[in-house]
């Protein structure tokens, strides 16, 4: 929608209908809510934090990506916990860095939208909360002279626990690799069209008896399960990790929640200017809607949070790796900065978020590599390298099930390997 759009709607030939009404009402709080911020943080992206894949590890037979990591980290009891202070608790600290414009109208349009639909979904509970999310990442697969390149998918399912008796469960399934593209299958035409693909062991790992048999293949696996201790599960924003009932107690105003994440966030590491301070909010927000349980009243903060950010760019409507239809919002990450060596060699990326602005739901967020160097030489310019797609959340007091294949937290294999 454009500004003559915006006139259009503004004189109407005849009376509007209740969704114009309730439509202009949302824009025009979400202009004021704006201009009555604080302030703005910088728009500089390079060097943002997002869990990428690195090099293959050796946990429960597949190549990991950091997702998986950071999902079995937190089942079994292996992240810093802080102490049990209330979210929303900190005050109004101010932000500081203001070094850019929000995002264009339209976009912000976009994200208030879905910050007012947000509000129409229904608020729940339960013993537990339950997230499924399929992952994809491309992996290079083939004999030295026909390299090509597969998309590796995952389902993975978690039941978080609300309760300190109960043990969250943690459930994985290889679903499936194809070649990404048309000249990688042309390439795995040329290979004789196999069914199955060997892991290749990092550099770093010694050699293992199975190696040779350990493959990713074209159809789905069987499904693993990882039971946790007993305890309540916690999830990450803005550095450390909360509990269900913390998430929910998070601010539902944007400029408390803003606050509270620039007080959490500088609590918990050392923020040097208003360009990380920007970079680390986007993160968190990404974290709270697609992988906390937030009450619709906090997501549409998020929301908020997000439609005031600078750096933000549309991508328009898109569909996302399951086929859903969405509007994209990206930002472009890990550039490099003149004396600044980043963490990721790989090159530059961009990284889109992926929701459905009529309902409010968060879909997908994937990143794609726009000049990739280095360990990532090998993939193609602007190709689709990772994503999570989220397939259902839910609370519910139905028992956990139960997997073939049962791994306790004591056979987790180190994740170097």
């Known amino acids: 929608m454009d500004d003559f759009d915006l006139l259009a709607d503004a004189r109407p030939a005849r009376p509007p209908a209740a969704e114009t009404i309730a439509a202009a009402r949302s824009r025009l709080l979400g202009i004021i809510a704006a201009e009555q911020s604080p302030g703005r943080a910088s728009a500089p992206w390079a060097g943002v934090t997002f869990r990428l ?38 005050g109004t600290a101010a932000i500081e860095g203001d070094a850019g414009p929000p995002p264009p109208l339209p976009l912000r349009h976009l994200l208030l939208a879905a910050a007012e639909n947000s509000l129409q979904d229904s608020d729940s509970g339960g013993r537990y909360w339950v997230n499924k999310i399929e992952s994809g990442q491309l992996i290079q697969v083939g004999r030295p002279d026909n390299r090509y390149a597969i998309m590796g998918r995952t389902e993975e399912t978690t039941w978080y626990s609300t309760r300190a008796t109960d043990r969250a469960r943690y459930y994985r399934q290889w679903v499936g690799g194809a070649p990404a593209s048309d000249a990688d299958r042309a390439a795995w035409r040329r290979a004789g069209e196999p069914a199955g693909w060997p892991i290749d062991p990092p550099s770093t790992c010694p050699p293992r008896p199975d190696d040779d048999a350990r493959r990713y293949t074209a159809g789905p696996g069987a499904i693993r399960e990882v039971v946790a201790k007993p305890g309540v599960s916690r999830f990450m924003i803005a550095g450390p990790y909360w509990t269900a009932t913390q998430v929910k107690q998070l601010p539902t105003d944007a400029v408390r929640l803003k606050a509270w994440l620039v007080e959490t966030i500088r609590r918990d590491r050392p923020v040097n200017n208003g360009g990380e301070l920007s970079r680390a909010i986007f993160n968190a927000m990404v974290n709270l809607l697609y992988q906390a349980p937030s009450t619709p009243a906090v997501r549409a903060a998020a929301y908020r949070v997000l439609a005031d950010l600078p750096g933000l760019r549309s991508l328009g409507t898109v569909t996302d790796p399951k086929g859903r239809s969405g509007t994209a919002i990206t930002v472009t990450t890990n550039e490099e900065e003149p004396g600044v060596r980043q963490a990721d060699t790989g090159g530059p990326m961009e990284v889109r978020v992926i929701f459905d602005p009529s309902t409010g739901q968060p879909l997908a967020w994937e990143t794609r590599r726009l000049r990739p160097v280095d360990y990532l030489s090998w993939v193609p310019t602007g190709a689709l390298f990772d994503y999570h797609a989220t397939l259902e959340t839910r609370w519910t007091d139905d028992p956990q099930p139960r997997a073939a294949d049962v791994r306790s937290e004591d056979a987790v294999e180190p994740i170097t390997c």
């Open 53 to 90: 894949p690195a090099r293959r590890s050796r946990v429960l037979g597949w190549s990991l990506i950091p997702a998986v990591v950071a999902g079995i980290a937190l089942l079994l009891g292996l992240v810093y916990v802080p102490g049990d202070r209330t979210p929303g608790s900190e």
